[in-house]
């Protein structure tokens, strides 16, 4: 495993981050996306669940520089999905990319680079938002920010944009100069919980008295779980929310701070073996990958990239309304105005990710969308949908043909397939919600 680092900024000399990094080459590989480190020459890394991943059925593949698990020879994909969608799966997510920024200037970083207000924000909170390009407003990774002290924050990052994140960061941890401590918590672990049943089967191995009923989406808690040898892990971060539209649960292992090799097998088998099959199974990126496209969530580096701004992507939302009106993140010049549509003085957008579903044969990536034979955008994510039975999509259409309803053409191999503009997500999200 890599060591963890810490990078100090103040305003001083900048201090260098040495680390040994991957490199976050995507490809595909059938409808599943990979992320390899072919490209340079790094052996790829192993999460702390890699050697139960084998010793209990699963199909290893190249992803964000680790091997990870795409399925298992329990289920079939379409088995897996289902399966999460109607008990639940325990998913791998280590390769996910875990920091912790603390310091008086923490919220005042954050708020450089992200359009988000974290000043204000409840302790053991968090919220999705986006890090952004200076003058372009553009996307340099999706994620999740939850405030877990006065002045400290956890963030959970894209595992295949690990090399170009860190650079990042550090040169703006450079530019800005406060007193921030950024520390990448490098051999952590991390799995998902998600599905219907995620709540009773956490509820099974708390040690720690928490009322699930009361913690909802967003919300975060520090606990520990019962092992099935009667024994207990050490605190572990606990974060109710998820990638694939269900209720469910986020559970990091520090690896900075406790053994993450060791504490996140004995929890992930104390989950499995409280649980039972019935209600539990292991589910790899394939199930993954069609249960985020239905729940209408991106995928980094094929629904979002750099180029890509929030306003484009349909993720206004993340824009909290101070910063609409004070602005001072990075590319709030470019991104306010496209707030506001043309026709009421605005710049607007040339383009919008929306879904669709697709006649005939499923539309995948690279796709282009046209209309009365004009190429009018592009899909960036396509999968057969089984709870649907029918083949979904995401991607890129030019604004004005945006609406739900509308009908266009999708050329899939050569041959055009009719296709409808349909709102996302495709499957009502079940996320447990305080009430309104």
Not at 92 to 111: C, N, R, T, W, Y
Not at 206 to 235: C, M, R, W
Not at 360 to 384: C, F, H, L, Y
Not at 393 to 420: F, L, N, P, S, W
Request: aromatic residues 8%.
């Amino acid at each position: 495993m890599m060591k963890s680092f810490t990078r100090i900024a103040r305003a001083s000399p900048r201090v260098k981050v040495s680390a040994s990094l991957s490199a976050g080459r995507l490809s595909t590989a059938g409808s599943i996306r990979c992320a390899s480190n072919a490209s340079s020459g790094e052996p790829l890394k192993k999460t702390p669940l890699y050697d139960f991943h084998v010793a209990n059925g699963a199909k290893m593949v190249p992803f964000a520089g680790y091997h990870m698990p795409v399925q298992y020879s329990s289920l079939s994909l379409a088995e897996s999905h289902h399966f999460t969608r109607n008990h639940a799966s325990l998913f791998d997510v280590s390769h996910m990319v875990q920091h912790i920024f603390k310091g008086p200037a923490a919220a005042a970083f954050l708020e450089k680079v992200t359009p988000s207000s974290w000043s204000n924000v409840a302790p053991m909170s968090g919220k999705l938002t986006t890090f952004l390009w200076p003058g372009t407003g553009g996307i340099v990774d999706d994620t999740i920010v939850t405030r877990i002290g006065e002045d400290e924050f956890y963030v959970v990052t894209n595992g295949a944009c690990l090399e170009k994140d860190t650079k990042y960061i550090d040169e703006e941890l450079g530019k800005f100069g406060g007193d921030v401590k950024w520390t990448r918590l490098d051999g952590s672990g991390l799995v998902a919980l998600q599905g219907p049943q995620a709540a009773e089967i956490l509820s099974e191995v708390l040690v720690t008295d928490v009322n699930l009923k009361e913690f909802y989406f967003g919300n975060t808690i520090q606990a520990e779980l019962k092992l099935a040898d009667g024994s207990k892990t050490h605190p572990v971060l606990i974060s109710r929310g998820g990638y694939t539209g269900e209720d469910g649960f986020e559970i990091s292992f520090n690896g900075k701070l406790y053994p993450a090799l060791e504490s996140t097998v004995k929890a992930v088998e104390s989950l499995i073996k409280t649980a039972g099959p019935e209600r539990l199974q292991m589910a790899g990126l394939g199930a993954r990958d069609s249960l985020r496209l239905e729940a209408g969530m991106c995928l980094y580096g094929h629904d979002l990239d750099d180029t890509t701004t929030p306003v484009e992507a349909g993720l206004s939302w993340i824009i909290s309304p101070e910063r609409r009106k004070a602005g001072g993140f990075h590319g709030a010049e470019v991104i306010l105005p496209q707030l506001t549509p043309k026709s009421k003085g605005g710049s607007g957008v040339e383009r919008r990710r929306v879904g669709f579903v697709v006649q005939g044969a499923p539309a995948r990536e690279g796709a282009e969308i046209q209309k009365d034979g004009q190429t009018i955008g592009t899909i960036t994510s396509g999968v057969p949908s089984p709870t649907l039975g029918k083949n979904i999509a995401m991607g890129y259409i030019k604004d004005g043909q945006h609406k739900a309803g509308t009908e266009v053409d999708v050329v899939v191999r050569g041959r055009k397939r009719q296709a409808v503009v349909t709102k996302m997500p495709f499957t009502p999200a079940k996320y447990w919600k305080a009430p309104a």
